[in-house]
């Protein structure tokens, strides 16, 4: 008999949950529905910045969602780039539910940007958010986690070491920094029963494809469709059950046999 994915009423943290169609929230819908409590974190400024945008209520209608599936959910608005961020995190997290065993680093910046118009201005919001604000919030989750074992540190990448993303720089050079951190703290963190691994979910259709877009990956894709969020969720609820355990240190592309070049 096929043994159900266990989360043995786990505390997970999403970081980037805003929207409804995003890669966070199928993240927060998939681990509710094993029974992990859920405490994800938005930062609507950046969504208004994006030609998609987000409806005001977006957050607080994905709350009720994950409710739904029978478990505690409560959420916080945060600028993960402010340094103060990662304590004041953990710190309501702890307060609202109790301790954390999952982190999910899913939030992240990115603007198109060729080496033609980057600035310092532009690559340090990248840096803030994609390098400093992962590997900070990662150092405190793990500096509190006292457990023996059942630690979960999962990474959001987007495929940089498998070919150059044009036009994209500064966010394919910090996100491509999160593949290095990565494997080194899980090599820090095995002792502390804390698996690290990273997930590559390819192109995936939240909302920020227009048809020209679709088309063209259509033609890389020999599956004949595009991602979805929620095949991006499946994958993360493994990484972070107990069949995981024995997966640490991985860079892991789950995106459909998408064909570059």
């Known amino acids: 008999m096929e043994q159900d994915i266990s989360l043995e009423r786990r505390i997970a943290i999403v970081t980037g949950a805003s929207r409804l169609n995003g890669i966070g929230a199928g993240i927060c819908k998939a681990l509710a529905s094993k029974g992990m409590d859920i405490y994800f974190t938005y930062w609507t400024p950046y969504d208004n910045e994006m030609s998609w945008g987000i409806s005001p209520n977006e957050p607080q209608v994905l709350q009720a969602n994950i409710t739904e599936y029978g478990v505690r959910c409560e959420r916080l608005e945060l600028d993960l780039s402010?340094?103060?961020?990662?304590?004041?995190?953990?710190?309501?997290?702890?307060?609202?539910?109790?301790?954390?065993?999952i982190l999910i680093n899913n939030a992240t910046y990115s603007i198109d940007v060729g080496y033609d118009t980057l600035t310092a201005e532009v690559l340090d919001r990248h840096y803030q958010v994609n390098i400093r604000g992962t590997m900070l919030l990662s150092a405190e989750f793990a500096r509190r986690f006292n457990s023996a074992r059942g630690g979960r540190i999962i990474n959001l990448t987007s495929g940089q070491s498998l070919g150059p993303m044009a036009g994209n720089i500064a966010y394919a050079t910090t996100k491509g920094a999160i593949d290095a951190f990565t494997l080194t703290l899980s090599a820090e963190l095995a002792g502390k029963g804390i698996t690290v691994n990273a997930v590559n979910p390819g192109p995936t259709d939240t909302g920020w494809m227009d048809d020209d877009v679709k088309d063209h990956i259509l033609t890389k894709s020999p599956t004949g469709r595009i991602g979805m969020p929620h095949d991006a969720a499946r994958l993360i609820a493994f990484l972070a059950s107990d069949e995981s355990d024995w997966v640490t240190g991985q860079i892991i592309h789950s995106e459909g046999g998408f064909q570059r070049g």
């Not at 402010?82 to 065993?101: C, F, I, N, Q, Y």
Request: charged content about 35%; aromatic content about 0%; overall charge negative.
């Open 82 to 101: 402010e340094t103060l961020a990662p304590a004041k995190l953990l710190d309501s997290v702890e307060k609202e539910l109790g301790k954390p065993s």
